[in-house]
């Protein structure tokens, strides 16, 4: 079925490295898109987000880019800090739909 | 704090009993979201309410489940005879009016059900 996905479950980098992190999708229809933090026993917080007529979006040392033509999403997360050591979701919000659909996450550690 | 709250944060219980939890949306926010997370995935969607109206429940939340946001302002979840497989962490989540689609989340209230 439909799906947001994420390409691996976990993600090692260097402190001070820049990461990556991507995310699949598979509903054309979907015209919103966040990238969520979720730490050890706490609720999601929200990173950033980008709507389907947007290709790219700047933050605080994240960029979310997102390509239609293959249905893909990522997250760069520049000059890592042990503080973004966390899970990552990605999350879609498809057209007419109020419910926010998660893939599965991506567990980013920060090596110090 | 003006975030999302969300009472108790954790509660255990014995299989068989009820529980309710309630949330505390962000000041104004008219849109309310009921998700649960298991443990290694990310958040399903249970139900949404604008204002006081439950305007969507997905096929997640049994018979044993009820939301009500009575005044538009908190709300309520309440599991009914609980079983071991509804231990999970469940999170609210608000937005603030019609257009707005970021949601932003509570901490959680943590179920364990023995």
């Known amino acids: 079925g439909e799906s947001v996905g994420l390409h691996l479950p976990t993600l090692s980098v260097q402190e001070g490295d820049n990461s990556i992190i991507n995310c699949a999708y598979s509903n054309s229809a979907s015209d919103y898109f966040i990238w969520y933090k979720q730490e050890s026993g706490k609720g999601p917080q929200f990173i950033i987000d980008?709507?389907?007529?947007?290709d790219k979006r700047q933050g605080q040392r994240v960029t979310v880019l997102l390509n239609k033509t293959v249905k893909h999403l990522s997250l760069q997360i520049a000059a890592t800090q042990p503080g973004d050591s966390a899970v990552y979701f990605c999350a879609e919000k498809r057209q007419g739909a109020q419910k926010l659909v998660f893939g599965q996450g991506t567990r980013l550690t920060i090596n110090p | 704090d003006t975030g999302v709250s969300q009472n108790p944060r954790h509660k255990i219980t014995k299989r068989g009993q009820n529980v309710t939890f309630r949330c505390d949306p962000i000041s104004e926010h008219n849109r309310l979201y009921w998700y649960r997370q298991t443990l290694g995935q990310g958040p399903e969607f249970l139900t949404y309410f604008q204002n006081e109206a439950q305007l969507e429940k997905s096929r997640l939340l049994s018979d044993r489940f009820s939301a009500e946001r009575p005044k538009g302002s908190f709300s309520t979840l309440e599991i009914q005879r609980t079983e071991q497989g509804d231990s999970a962490m469940y999170l609210c989540?608000?937005?603030?009016?019609?257009?707005?689609?970021?949601?932003?989340f509570g901490p959680g209230t943590r179920l364990l059900v023995l």
């Open positions: 980008i709507r389907s007529n947007m």
């Open positions: 989540a608000s937005s603030p009016r019609e257009g707005a689609k970021t949601q932003y």
